[in-house]
């Protein structure tokens, strides 16, 4: 009790608010500093997803959530020559654009529908990767599931009824078909993955794909054999 009355002197009220303001800005260069590793977490995620051959030219998108703020992908935009400026700044709650004349993937109604009904993630990729995305069109969920999505903490990848690109329509869909997992089929387009940062939805989208490719080996001996 004796440092409250303390603080009720000048001086101690004074010793105070500079505490305060030295802590709110460490707290806000905590913050660039977050920020900053998580874009460029975007941009190499979006480099490594073309080296993958995971997307092709400027189709996919990749976003990380920090805070009430996320940043996300640029539409019709290369990734080998996206910079950090590039990324578009959202606010996660609204959904409206921080940053003026700003061109956000299509896809943004997307990564919101999930950020919002999964407070667990904080980064989300979507992809048209070939096998995946093959699968997708059979509108059933990814079999068989190898201990691969387990090990990797993705869980079951189940296929979202189809809708048009960029619509609320596949928000809603996707994020219910979603459900705990860490990937989701998009009926008829695509794949959807989320993880705790940029990386691990990274990793998960690289093994859906690896998964979709043994899914289809699995079942090619059946295609055009005996019935
Ligand atoms: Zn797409």
New binding site residues.
């Given amino acids: 009790m004796a440092t409250r009355s303390a603080s009720s002197s000048p001086a101690a009220a004074r010793a105070d608010a500079a505490e305060r303001s030295r802590v709110s800005t460490d707290r806000a260069n905590d913050g660039r500093r977050g920020w900053r590793r998580r874009e460029r977490a975007i941009l190499a995620a979006g480099r490594a997803l073309i080296a993958d051959g995971l997307v092709i030219g400027t189709?996919?998108?990749v976003s990380a959530r920090h805070g009430s703020e996320l940043r996300i992908t640029p539409t019709r935009r290369p990734y080998e020559t996206m910079r950090r400026r590039d990324l578009v700044r959202v606010d996660s709650d609204s959904g409206a654009p921080l940053t003026a004349d700003a061109r956000p993937s299509r896809?943004l109604p997307l990564h919101l529908a999930v950020y919002r009904a999964r407070p667990d993630v904080a980064a989300v990729i979507?992809?048209?990767s070939v096998y995946a995305t093959a699968w997708s069109f059979l509108d059933a969920p990814l079999e068989p599931a190898l201990e691969d999505l387990d090990y990797f903490g993705i869980g079951p990848v189940r296929t979202a009824a189809p809708a048009p690109?960029g619509s609320d329509e596949l928000a809603r869909n996707v994020s219910q078909a979603l459900g705990g997992s860490n990937a989701v089929l998009?009926g008829h387009?695509?794949v959807l993955t989320t993880g705790g940062s940029v990386d691990e939805a990274l990793v998960a989208a690289r093994v859906v794909e690896h998964q979709a490719r043994i899914a289809w080996l699995v079942r090619a001996p059946a295609v055009g054999g005996p019935r």
Avoid: A, D, Q, S
Wanted: aromatic content about 0%; hydrophobic content about 20%; charged content about 10%.
């Fill in positions: 189709v996919g998108n896809e979507h992809t048209h690109p998009l387009h695509g």
